[in-house]
Protein backbone atom coordinates (compact mmCIF):
# COMPACT_ATOMS: atom_id res chain seq x y z
CA UNK A 1 0.00 0.00 0.00
CA UNK A 2 1.61 3.51 -1.17
CA UNK A 3 1.75 5.77 1.83
CA UNK A 4 1.69 9.27 2.05
CA UNK A 5 3.43 11.40 -0.69
CA UNK A 6 4.16 14.81 -1.23
CA UNK A 7 5.20 16.87 -4.23
CA UNK A 8 7.94 18.25 -4.28
CA UNK A 9 10.42 17.42 -2.18
CA UNK A 10 12.24 20.76 -1.98
CA UNK A 11 10.91 24.20 -3.06
CA UNK A 12 13.06 27.27 -3.37
CA UNK A 13 11.27 30.62 -4.24
CA UNK A 14 11.83 34.46 -4.10
CA UNK A 15 9.94 36.09 -1.53
CA UNK A 16 6.61 37.48 -3.31
CA UNK A 17 6.46 34.21 -5.59
CA UNK A 18 3.87 31.91 -5.26
CA UNK A 19 3.99 28.48 -4.15
CA UNK A 20 2.10 25.25 -4.00
CA UNK A 21 2.31 21.97 -2.53
CA UNK A 22 0.52 18.63 -3.11
CA UNK A 23 -0.37 15.83 -0.71
CA UNK A 24 -1.49 12.59 -1.60
CA UNK A 25 -3.13 10.76 1.16
CA UNK A 26 -3.67 7.12 1.54
CA UNK A 27 -5.66 6.01 -0.30
CA UNK A 28 -9.21 5.67 1.28
CA UNK A 29 -8.30 7.85 4.31
CA UNK A 30 -10.80 10.58 4.83
CA UNK A 31 -8.72 12.57 7.47
CA UNK A 32 -5.98 14.94 5.64
CA UNK A 33 -3.96 17.20 8.25
CA UNK A 34 -0.97 19.67 7.25
CA UNK A 35 1.60 20.86 9.43
CA UNK A 36 4.51 22.65 9.70
CA UNK A 37 7.75 22.61 11.02
CA UNK A 38 10.01 26.10 11.33
CA UNK A 39 13.82 26.12 11.69
CA UNK A 40 14.26 23.06 14.29
CA UNK A 41 11.26 24.01 16.47
CA UNK A 42 8.08 21.80 17.09
CA UNK A 43 5.84 20.48 14.36
CA UNK A 44 2.86 22.59 14.42
CA UNK A 45 -0.91 22.07 13.09
CA UNK A 46 -2.09 24.15 10.07
CA UNK A 47 -5.02 22.68 9.32
CA UNK A 48 -7.39 19.21 9.12
CA UNK A 49 -9.75 18.00 6.42
CA UNK A 50 -12.46 15.13 6.56
CA UNK A 51 -13.14 14.13 2.65
CA UNK A 52 -12.92 17.28 0.95
CA UNK A 53 -14.35 20.09 4.34
CA UNK A 54 -12.44 21.94 6.46
CA UNK A 55 -12.68 20.68 9.60
CA UNK A 56 -10.54 22.65 11.98
CA UNK A 57 -8.48 25.63 10.37
CA UNK A 58 -6.76 26.95 13.66
CA UNK A 59 -2.97 26.72 13.01
CA UNK A 60 -3.43 28.58 9.82
CA UNK A 61 -0.32 31.36 9.97
CA UNK A 62 -2.81 34.18 7.97
CA UNK A 63 -4.61 34.63 5.12
CA UNK A 64 -1.83 34.27 2.83
CA UNK A 65 -2.36 30.38 3.35
CA UNK A 66 -5.06 28.49 1.17
CA UNK A 67 -5.84 24.40 1.66
CA UNK A 68 -8.06 22.71 -0.63
CA UNK A 69 -8.77 19.29 -1.11
CA UNK A 70 -10.62 18.46 -4.26
CA UNK A 71 -13.27 16.00 -3.79
CA UNK A 72 -11.98 14.88 -1.06
CA UNK A 73 -9.01 13.04 -2.46
CA UNK A 74 -5.35 15.10 -2.85
CA UNK A 75 -4.80 18.74 -1.03
CA UNK A 76 -2.76 21.66 -2.41
CA UNK A 77 -1.23 24.33 0.04
CA UNK A 78 -0.83 27.78 -1.30
CA UNK A 79 1.22 29.87 -0.12
CA UNK A 80 0.74 33.55 -1.87
CA UNK A 81 3.02 35.95 -1.34
CA UNK A 82 5.80 33.77 0.24
CA UNK A 83 7.23 35.37 3.10
CA UNK A 84 10.72 34.46 4.43
CA UNK A 85 9.21 33.42 7.21
CA UNK A 86 7.08 30.64 5.44
CA UNK A 87 10.14 28.80 4.80
CA UNK A 88 10.04 25.02 6.87
CA UNK A 89 9.23 21.62 5.98
CA UNK A 90 5.73 21.32 5.68
CA UNK A 91 3.70 17.56 6.11
CA UNK A 92 0.65 16.27 5.41
CA UNK A 93 -0.23 13.29 7.22
CA UNK A 94 -3.85 11.06 7.16
CA UNK A 95 -6.13 8.87 9.41
CA UNK A 96 -8.69 6.15 8.46
CA UNK A 97 -12.19 7.61 9.19
CA UNK A 98 -13.98 7.93 12.48
CA UNK A 99 -11.78 10.27 13.77
CA UNK A 100 -11.24 7.67 16.68
CA UNK A 101 -8.88 9.29 19.19
CA UNK A 102 -6.32 6.58 19.30
CA UNK A 103 -5.82 6.60 15.30
CA UNK A 104 -2.62 6.98 14.02
CA UNK A 105 -1.57 9.44 11.60
CA UNK A 106 0.45 8.28 8.63
CA UNK A 107 3.33 10.81 7.26
CA UNK A 108 4.38 12.09 4.20
CA UNK A 109 8.26 12.80 3.66
CA UNK A 110 7.37 16.49 3.91
CA UNK A 111 8.28 19.41 1.47
CA UNK A 112 11.35 21.44 2.29
CA UNK A 113 10.18 25.22 1.15
CA UNK A 114 13.11 27.86 1.27
CA UNK A 115 11.96 31.85 0.59
CA UNK A 116 14.67 33.79 -0.23
CA UNK B 1 -2.95 25.10 26.02
CA UNK B 2 -1.58 22.19 25.29
CA UNK B 3 1.83 21.85 25.44
CA UNK B 4 4.89 19.00 25.25
CA UNK B 5 8.26 19.26 26.78
CA UNK B 6 11.09 16.91 25.00
CA UNK B 7 14.32 17.38 27.39
CA UNK B 8 17.53 17.60 25.35
CA UNK B 9 17.49 18.99 21.28
CA UNK B 10 20.54 16.15 21.34
CA UNK B 11 21.20 13.04 23.23
CA UNK B 12 24.51 11.21 22.32
CA UNK B 13 25.03 7.46 23.31
CA UNK B 14 27.08 4.82 22.29
CA UNK B 15 26.25 1.51 20.65
CA UNK B 16 24.70 -0.84 23.22
CA UNK B 17 24.06 1.44 26.19
CA UNK B 18 20.70 2.21 27.24
CA UNK B 19 18.50 4.90 25.45
CA UNK B 20 16.07 7.51 27.05
CA UNK B 21 14.69 10.17 25.24
CA UNK B 22 12.54 12.43 27.65
CA UNK B 23 8.53 13.69 26.84
CA UNK B 24 6.95 15.84 29.20
CA UNK B 25 2.80 17.04 28.69
CA UNK B 26 0.89 19.31 30.65
CA UNK B 27 -2.66 18.57 30.53
CA UNK B 28 -5.74 18.76 32.73
CA UNK B 29 -6.81 15.36 31.56
CA UNK B 30 -4.48 12.42 30.10
CA UNK B 31 -3.91 12.97 26.82
CA UNK B 32 -3.42 10.19 23.95
CA UNK B 33 0.21 9.88 23.54
CA UNK B 34 2.69 9.12 20.37
CA UNK B 35 6.28 8.60 19.80
CA UNK B 36 7.61 9.47 16.19
CA UNK B 37 10.60 8.79 14.59
CA UNK B 38 12.21 10.31 11.66
CA UNK B 39 15.15 8.86 9.80
CA UNK B 40 16.82 11.39 6.81
CA UNK B 41 14.97 11.97 4.20
CA UNK B 42 12.07 10.25 5.26
CA UNK B 43 8.33 10.89 6.80
CA UNK B 44 7.71 10.60 10.59
CA UNK B 45 6.58 6.42 11.62
CA UNK B 46 5.02 5.86 14.55
CA UNK B 47 7.27 3.94 17.43
CA UNK B 48 4.36 3.64 19.55
CA UNK B 49 1.39 4.83 21.05
CA UNK B 50 -0.45 4.90 24.35
CA UNK B 51 -4.06 3.98 24.63
CA UNK B 52 -4.95 3.85 28.24
CA UNK B 53 -5.24 0.06 27.87
CA UNK B 54 -1.27 -0.33 29.76
CA UNK B 55 1.01 1.83 31.22
CA UNK B 56 3.79 0.24 29.10
CA UNK B 57 3.69 0.45 25.84
CA UNK B 58 5.97 -1.73 23.72
CA UNK B 59 6.55 -0.55 19.95
CA UNK B 60 8.38 -1.32 17.10
CA UNK B 61 12.21 -1.28 17.17
CA UNK B 62 12.91 -2.48 20.41
CA UNK B 63 11.80 0.85 21.38
CA UNK B 64 9.13 1.23 24.84
CA UNK B 65 7.50 4.19 26.51
CA UNK B 66 6.68 3.97 29.90
CA UNK B 67 3.05 6.85 31.19
CA UNK B 68 3.65 8.48 34.41
CA UNK B 69 0.15 10.15 34.90
CA UNK B 70 1.62 11.30 38.48
CA UNK B 71 5.05 12.65 36.69
CA UNK B 72 2.92 13.61 33.40
CA UNK B 73 5.68 11.63 31.63
CA UNK B 74 5.75 9.36 28.60
CA UNK B 75 9.65 8.90 28.42
CA UNK B 76 11.15 6.42 25.43
CA UNK B 77 13.37 3.76 25.99
CA UNK B 78 15.31 1.36 24.75
CA UNK B 79 17.70 -0.94 26.37
CA UNK B 80 20.74 -1.20 24.11
CA UNK B 81 21.54 1.35 21.01
CA UNK B 82 21.76 0.38 17.48
CA UNK B 83 23.55 2.61 15.34
CA UNK B 84 20.58 2.38 12.81
CA UNK B 85 18.77 3.93 15.59
CA UNK B 86 19.96 7.60 14.50
CA UNK B 87 17.08 9.83 13.87
CA UNK B 88 15.31 12.38 15.23
CA UNK B 89 12.43 11.21 17.60
CA UNK B 90 9.28 13.54 18.54
CA UNK B 91 6.50 13.45 21.08
CA UNK B 92 3.15 14.02 20.35
CA UNK B 93 -0.14 14.56 22.51
CA UNK B 94 -3.55 14.45 21.33
CA UNK B 95 -6.53 15.80 23.14
CA UNK B 96 -9.38 13.41 24.14
CA UNK B 97 -11.76 14.30 20.75
CA UNK B 98 -9.68 16.57 19.59
CA UNK B 99 -7.91 15.45 16.33
CA UNK B 100 -4.49 17.43 15.51
CA UNK B 101 -1.60 16.75 17.20
CA UNK B 102 0.76 18.60 19.46
CA UNK B 103 4.58 18.18 18.94
CA UNK B 104 7.48 18.37 21.16
CA UNK B 105 10.44 19.92 19.72
CA UNK B 106 12.31 16.98 18.66
CA UNK B 107 15.42 15.22 20.15
CA UNK B 108 18.21 14.01 18.03
CA UNK B 109 19.62 10.76 18.70
CA UNK B 110 23.07 10.18 17.68
CA UNK B 111 24.47 6.74 17.96
CA UNK B 112 28.48 6.18 18.52
CA UNK B 113 30.18 3.08 17.86
Known amino acids: EAGVTQFPSHSVIEKGQTVTLRCDPISGHDNLYWYRRVMGKEIKFLLHFVKESKQDESGMPNNRFLAERTGGTYSTLKVQPAELEDSGVYFC??????????????FGPGTRLTVL | AQSVTQLGSHVSVSEGALVLLRCNYS??????LFWYVQYPNQGLQLLLKYTSAATLVKGINGFEAEFKKSETSFHLTKPSAHMSDAAEYFCAVRKYNFNKFYFGSGTKLNVKP
Open chain 1, 93 to 106: ASSPGQGKNTDTQY
Open chain 2, 27 to 32: SSVPPY
